[in-house]
């Protein structure tokens, strides 16, 4: 098959992918904390104001995520300017951008195996394209609104850029490379430094070789074009966030340190979990990986040539930090999974045998061994990882068959609640709310954050749009974080006298955290003052592991 014909074909098969996984999205669970105050809020921000000619008001949107960037939200408020302003187009443009991925990995696979100089490479670019279109854990948070999946995009077109910088190269290239480093970097900051990092390295070991062989100049030249645009965006966003102002920029440089330093107080994750995750749920079954890194190992015979290096460098760099830290999530591993595919897939095709025949069959018997039965080794394996007792079986063969589960219309992990329940619990608000109402909101949760609230009171009808730009997260709500903010009471009642109506829950959080209990005094200190008019509005059931019932809560004040 010529070059050109295998790349139209490839071009295809991501296409028809994308568009059969988009349409399919499942909407059976809500929008979670990061999802929606990350990424929802500024993307519906940004479309509103677009839609009012308001270009300025778009551009001051970009500089507000201080730790959670701008490139995601942009995106997704470009799919919905389009096609419509709700959830499911949201999602529905997050398992596309995910085809774009997709047909990136074959050509940066294609790069690779150019590169790599082993043998059989022409088949190593579709190993590689069908490893990531069977992981289970890609297709699980491509539809969601989680960082990640735009990340890995993302750095599969930085890293093929990186690649191609390769002599004889002229100034587009580099410029281009630095381009998407600075983009890697503003989808994600800590996945973009350690991507960052890992062709720093590479790149400090082809400066070496250039000073060596005499082109000095010339390797300064191609330095300073690969710096350009991250050293203007960071300038941007770390000296002067334009059109935000000086105090937004100690902001990202705050929030940058502590964000590299974070999620240490939680605890560390049992690395029983890890295992589970890389074995079970970013393969179809555990032998998968085995045989992605036998692939890998492979590969290594020749970690000297130049794309083998860098891939090898940017694995490393994105999955030994992940091991070591305390806090893990299993959506962490997808950033590295790149690599794994990258490597595992072209080593694999180096072990097939010669012959077009020899290999079609070699490749049939692949995907036997690799799809077939996946919880003959995947429930032995976490069984004998996890120990899970005789009673909790039936739980953990329903959660491994959730996580092998490739179809489209699989449910997607969102840390949000049932759909269900989500409309339970807005059902019973709406009646409490007026169009033009100043909405305060006294509660903390993960799984229905405040920007959540906004948006769905928005799609109710119940908040116009210009009453949703006017709002302020961090005024309407009594905190954002996790910890209290040591309001005395007349603070308290100050806070509340802005608004026109207070939502609220009894318990102020939905699941059983001791770590939100301060929302009691808040609660209690509100309906004990005589000053607002307490209103039962129903409850909803929240199942988190066991059945507990919410009662939601409107305050009005009495005069």
Known sequence: ??????????????????????????MANSMGWDEAMHVAWPSARMVLHARGGEWLDVLRVLPDGSQYPFVYPLYTALVQGLFGLNEWVARAGSRALWGVGLFGLFLLAREFARGSRLRGMELAPWLVL????????????????YLEMPFVTVSI?????????????????????????????????????????????DLALESALELRAGRARAQARRLALLALVPVLSFAWWFLLPWPADLATAAVHRHAILEWLGGNLELGRTPWTLRVVDWTCHLVPA?????????????????????????AWLAFLAANIPIWLHPFHHDRFLLPSAVLVWLLGGAGLAALLPAGWRARLAAMAVLAVVCLAAPKLDSWPLARAVMHPAPEQYDYAKARLAEFRDLRPARVIRTAGLARSEHDAFVDRLAPAVRPNDHIGWVAMSQEFPPAALLLALRERGLMPDEALLARDLDAVFVTLGLTDPGWSETKILEWARAYSVILTTVPPYLTARTDRAFLNRYHNTLVGSGQWQYTKLGSFTVDRGGKRDVEVVALRPTR
């Not at 994308?18 to 999205?25: D, E, K, N, P, Q």
């Not at 279109?133 to 609104?145: C, E």
């Open 157 to 201: 077109y930085a890293l093929r850029a990186w690649l191609r910088r390769e002599p004889p190269c002229d100034w587009r290239r580099d410029l281009a490379a630095g381009a998407w480093i600075a983009t890697a970097f503003f989808t994600k900051f800590n996945y973009g430094l350690l991507l960052g990092f890992a062709l720093f390295l």
């Open 130 to 145: 069908v490893g990531a279109m069977t992981s289970p854990m890609a297709v699980a948070f491509s539809g969601s609104l």
């Open 286 to 310: 555990p032998r998968v990986l085995v045989l992605l890194v036998l692939g890998m190992l492979v590969t290594v015979r020749v970690l000297t040539r130049r794309p083998v290096r860098v």
């Open 1 to 26: 098959m010529s070059r050109s014909l295998s790349t139209w074909l490839a071009l295809a098969v991501c296409c028809a992918y994308a568009a059969w996984m988009a349409l399919g999205v499942s």
